[in-house]
């Protein structure tokens, strides 16, 4: 009775029509990697722009669509999903100058607008900048502002179709008229204005155009640009004709006294720091020139620098640093390190707002500029926290809390007060007293904890018949930390469970975390995902027929290895514009810049590691691999999409099972920033019809129409 009340079983093939994958010509390259020949048969698949390249994308979206368009509830669950998504959605106001800005999404509208209430806070909001209006199908974003010091004027980036690339643009805020300012080929940049112009960071215009999607970038350059004046005549401020593979950055403290010069480079897992006193013009100044160590300035105390770092502190310090007496042995400690990792600090109305994170959860103390604790902000949830912005005059503040099944809500703190009002509370179409979080600590392979949060329905049985959807990441230091998804309330009030793990290789618990998942440690980010799938199953969460894996970038990455290891564990595979090809990942645009979490294959015992787990190398055939949907987009510049074509080429080739073992090429978009809502519901749409189909499953709601 309960199967029939949660889920319909369809035929036992689970196939919609019989279908034929495209015929994939391989080719007969091969390198040779330290005496080690690796067969690299669909290498022509990395010309993305190439006739061929162009037409097996049509192909393979065919066969796609082909299929998912005979999957009965599909639009249904288009139009569900569109329901929950379609809902006011608000960012905390900010103020620039003597006026205050928001974001606003109505609900539907592909790209939040941005609004100006003159002079206060209290004024009637007006439309400042619609970036629906700049493309018909929604599919420019803004990636990127900043004002300037007084207010006048507003500099932003533009993406298109989800590229890296920027272009920026100057706006006159109390006209709303575009100046003539188009700087192009940024990437990589901040906008930070000082004067009467601002610093942004590019790369040289590519040679071919038509390769600017794939080609790996070298030399990037800060320059500075002057308002009124063309690109042309911009003064170059910073370059390095000697790393190519270096990306630099320049920032100004809030009172224009001291500048920033950020390096990070290929292989390193920190960034150089770098200053100069403006009031003496110097030359830049290091305060940390290797590259062991993350280290940033928070703002200055008159002739001083606040800096955050995790040098000699895996979990994050902040120090005092007198440039008069630079010594690090008489870097003063303000906030020392604390078992907790420090997760952000900023500085508002002279207090320093320190972000820290227990078990992935956030909490936040307020300090005085000197380190002595004043206060910390209760929470109502635990979850996470954003926020905190503003200048040292101000007031009050304000940040955004929100978990699982808390949606975003705004908080205005009083800083005089210590008082934290709701500001404003986001409106969602659902019931949170219907549905639990609970957070578990299961061993992995080495009997290390992994923490994992559960959310489902409350009252579901225990009996390991639920759906269940799995998502992990492990790397570059990012924690998955609780956060609202409206899109994922479809899959909750199907009865479905959903969980995160926060896997070895993340920020979860600082620095030594995040190194017990890289490099010749990255088989503990796989081990600790399997072993998250097998407390799921063992404690009757759900069972290897109805459980679902997702990841993307390299949370895709952990998709592919981990269906290599143990396609008996999972039903559903789901790698969203992941970084298949380990070999070859360093060769395109940014890729470099990975080598410090992955390794490279240019070195001959890392070259062995990398090949022992790469999802493209490790396909074999004879093996019952899960229903595989693989999702990439044709303008992704971050993680291109050859990844993802030679891996389900590879995929395509060597399974012969039954399950569908498909790619979804998006088109028009990138690797996720800036992706239109409708383009977003639809491929959602897709994602969980494909998953529930291939359980065996309709959803709840069908049922009682």
């Keep these: 009775m309960k199967n029939l009340i949660l889920s319909l079983l369809l035929c036992s093939s689970l196939t919609v029509a019989q279908f034929q994958y495209p015929k994939t010509v391989k080719g007969d390259h091969a390198d040779n990697y330290f005496g080690t020949a690796v067969t690299d048969?669909?290498?022509?698949?990395?010309?993305?722009?190439?006739?061929?390249?162009?037409?097996?994308?049509?192909?393979?979206?065919?066969?796609?669509?082909?299929?998912?368009?005979?999957?009965?509830?599909?639009?249904?669950?288009?139009?569900?999903?569109?329901?929950?998504?379609?809902?006011?959605?608000?960012?905390?106001?900010?103020r620039a100058g003597k006026n205050w800005y928001f974001y606003k999404n109505d609900g539907l509208q592909n790209q939040s607008v941005l609004f100006i209430q003159r002079g206060s806070l209290d004024a009637k909001p007006e439309l400042f900048l619609d970036p629906n209006k700049l493309s018909a199908d929604g599919t420019t974003s803004?990636?990127?502002?900043?004002?300037?010091?007084?207010?006048?004027?507003?500099?932003?980036?533009?993406?298109?179709?989800?590229?890296?690339?920027?272009?920026?643009?100057?706006?006159?805020?109390?006209?709303?008229?575009?100046?003539?300012?188009?700087?192009?080929?940024?990437?990589?940049?901040?906008?930070?204005?000082?004067?009467?112009?601002?610093?942004?960071?590019?790369?040289?215009?590519?040679?071919?155009?038509?390769?600017?999607?794939?080609?790996?970038?070298?030399?990037?350059?800060?320059?500075?640009?002057?308002?009124?004046?063309?690109?042309?005549?911009?003064?170059?401020?910073?370059?390095?004709?000697?790393?190519p593979q270096r990306l630099f950055s320049i920032g100004v403290t809030e009172d224009e006294r001291f500048q920033s010069l950020y390096i990070s480079q290929r292989g390193s897992?920190?960034?150089?720091?770098?200053?100069?006193?403006?009031?003496?013009?110097?030359?830049?100044?290091?305060?940390?020139?290797?590259?062991?160590?993350?280290?940033?300035?928070?703002?200055?105390?008159?002739?001083?620098?606040?800096?955050?770092?995790?040098?000699?502190?895996?979990?994050?310090?902040?120090?005092?640093?007198?440039?008069?007496?630079?010594?690090?042995?008489n870097w003063k400690e303000i906030l020392?390190?604390?078992?907790?990792?420090?997760?952000?600090v900023s500085v508002v109305g002279n207090k320093l707002f320190a972000v820290y994170m227990?078990?992935?959860?956030?909490r936040v103390s307020v300090y005085d500029l000197t380190g002595k604790f004043e206060n910390e902000i209760p929470l109502e949830t635990l979850g996470n926290v954003g926020g905190f912005g503003g200048e040292r005059k101000d007031a009050f503040t304000f940040y955004t809390l929100t978990s699982f099944t808390y949606p975003a809500a705004i908080y205005k703190y009083d800083i005089g007060t210590q008082r934290s009002t709701l500001f404003r509370k986001t409106e969602v179409d659902f019931n949170p007293s219907d549905y639990e979080t609970k957070q578990v600590f299961y061993p992995s392979k080495d009997g290390t904890k992994i923490p994992m949060f559960i959310v489902h329905k409350k009252g579901i049985p225990l009996d390991g018949s639920n759906p269940a959807l799995l998502y992990g990441y492990g790397g570059f230091n990012i924690t998955i930390g609780p956060s609202f998804s409206a899109s994922r309330l479809l899959w909750l009030e199907q009865g479905g469970v959903f969980a995160v793990a926060n896997l070895r290789g993340g920020g979860e618990y600082g620095e030594k975390w995040h190194e017990a998942g890289m490099r010749f440690n990255k088989q503990n980010v796989f081990d600790d995902f399997i072993a998250a799938a097998e407390y799921l199953v063992a404690q009757k969460y759900t069972n290897p027929s109805k459980l679902a894996v997702q990841g993307g970038s390299n949370g895709g990455l952990l998709i592919g290895a981990t269906i290599n290891q143990r396609p008996d564990l999972f039903k559903v595979a789901l790698p969203a514009v992941g970084v298949m090809d380990m070999l070859r990942f360093h060769k395109f645009t940014i890729g470099w810049a990975w080598v410090n979490d992955y390794g490279s294959s240019d070195d001959s015992a890392q070259f062995q590691y990398l090949k022992n787990y790469s999802p493209v190398h490790n396909i074999r055939e004879r093996v019952n691999y899960p229903a595989t949907l693989v999702t990439t987009a044709d303008h992704d510049d971050r993680v291109v999409p050859a990844h993802s074509f030679k891996y389900i080429s590879t995929l395509q080739e060597k399974y012969k099972g039954p399950n569908p073992v498909m790619i979804r090429i998006e088109t028009s978009a990138g690797h996720g920033a800036g992706k239109p809502t409708a383009k977003i519901i639809e491929e959602t749409s897709d994602i969980y019809s494909f998953t529930w189909w291939n359980m065996g499953i309709t959803p709840l709601y069908l049922l009682k129409e």
């Excluded at 006193?277 to 030359?283: A, C, G, V």
Aim: proline residues 6%.
């Design 142 to 243: 803004l990636q990127g502002s900043a004002f300037d010091k007084e207010g006048k004027y507003f500099a932003y980036a533009l993406s298109k179709a989800g590229s890296d690339w920027r272009e920026i643009y100057v706006m006159d805020v109390r006209t709303k008229k575009l100046l003539k300012e188009k700087i192009e080929w940024a990437k990589f940049t901040e906008i930070s204005w000082f004067g009467n112009g601002f610093y942004y960071s590019r790369y040289a215009a590519p040679s071919d155009t038509g390769s600017k999607l794939s080609t790996s970038n070298a030399y990037h350059k800060v320059y500075y640009h002057i308002i009124g004046t063309p690109q042309s005549k911009d003064p170059l401020i910073y370059e390095d004709r000697e790393h």
């Design 269 to 329: 897992n920190g960034n150089a720091l770098y200053y100069r006193d403006l009031h003496k013009r110097t030359e830049f100044i290091p305060i940390i020139a290797t590259f062991d160590d993350e280290i940033s300035i928070v703002d200055n105390v008159g002739d001083k620098l606040i800096l955050s770092t995790n040098r000699h502190a895996p979990n994050q310090k902040v120090v005092l640093y007198d440039p008069a007496d630079p010594d690090e042995k």
């Design 336 to 344: 020392p390190e604390k078992p907790e990792p420090l997760v952000s």
């Design 41 to 94: 048969p669909y290498r022509w698949l990395e010309q993305d722009t190439a006739a061929n390249v162009k037409q097996w994308v049509g192909e393979q979206n065919a066969v796609t669509f082909g299929y998912l368009n005979q999957i009965p509830f599909r639009e249904k669950v288009k139009n569900r999903l569109t329901k929950l998504l379609n809902y006011p959605k608000y960012t905390s106001p900010f």
């Design 358 to 362: 227990k078990d992935v959860c956030h």
